[in-house]
């Protein structure tokens, strides 16, 4: 947008409409590499998609630290974007725990008419997933005393707080896969395995994208990017990760404990 413009908004950015296209393309060749068999097309369409991001990630950090264009009402969008994007996230878990209560509460005849279907040996509630949800709750906690140190200006502790919590979301995706490679049934094992894999893998892609935000998120924090005052990545890597922790509680109570 021009400079005269009365708000001062961003310029306009190729890489929204880029980004889209990319992602089309990756769906496209996801679903195509189920029937053909062919990984080429969609590693070509990952890693176009990968630095359409990083670059409009770059231009959007250079936009407010460098060139100042993250004015009042440009971070108020921001976060109402944030809002918007993380209310279509809720949407989503939803529409997975609306397929599981389906077929949970109302076992077909084609599962036994029993839930867990027979043959299938669910996780124990208090062994792994117990420790992940310890995991993730003490992460919220962490991030959160990031964000205050920040605000304090104390610096040290903003980014030790930080280092414990991307180590806490690595160290859960560490402990799904381990409960992965140890699991006596499959995604292609009856509904409950196809609904068991998806909302927990989902949720598990979840916690790599919301670490890698915290990640960059302390890079600015490191680079003296952000501060005190001007720290949105922080926020909303803050409020991205505390979604994270309250989709994984329900989805412990669902689709771990209720299945014990």
Do not use: C
């Amino acid at each position: 947008m021009k400079k005269n413009h009365p708000f001062h908004l961003v310029t306009n950015s190729p890489w929204p409409i880029l980004s889209s296209f990319a992602l089309m393309n990756l769906l496209i060749s996801t679903v195509n590499l189920m029937n053909k068999k062919d990984i080429l097309l969609m590693n070509l369409s990952l890693m176009i998609l990968m630095l359409n991001l990083y670059q409009w990630w770059r231009d959007v950090k250079r936009e407010s630290s460098i060139k100042g264009d993250h004015t009042i009402i440009v971070k108020k969008m921001i976060k109402m974007g944030m809002i918007l994007f993380i209310l279509s996230e809720v949407m989503f878990f939803i529409s997975f725990f609306w397929g599981f209560f389906h077929a949970s509460l109302a076992p077909s005849m084609e599962i036994g008419l029993k839930w867990p279907p027979k043959g299938i040996n669910p996780f124990n509630p208090l062994e792994i997933p117990l420790l992940n949800t310890i995991v993730l709750v003490s992460s919220g906690a962490s991030i959160t005393w990031a964000h205050q140190a920040l605000i304090s200006k104390k610096l040290k502790q903003t980014i030790e707080s930080m280092l414990i919590t991307i180590m806490l979301g690595l160290y859960f995706s560490f402990l799904q896969w381990w409960e992965y490679k140890n699991s006596s049934f499959t995604i292609s094992d009856s509904i409950f395995g196809s609904s068991f894999f998806l909302t927990t893998g989902f949720h598990g892609i979840h916690v790599i994208i919301g670490t890698m935000f915290i990640i960059t998120a302390l890079q600015s924090i490191y680079t003296l990017k952000s501060n005190s005052v001007n720290h949105l990545s922080l926020e909303l890597s803050a409020w991205y990760w505390h979604f994270v922790d309250v989709v994984w509680l329900f989805l412990y109570l669902v689709i771990y404990w209720w299945n014990k």
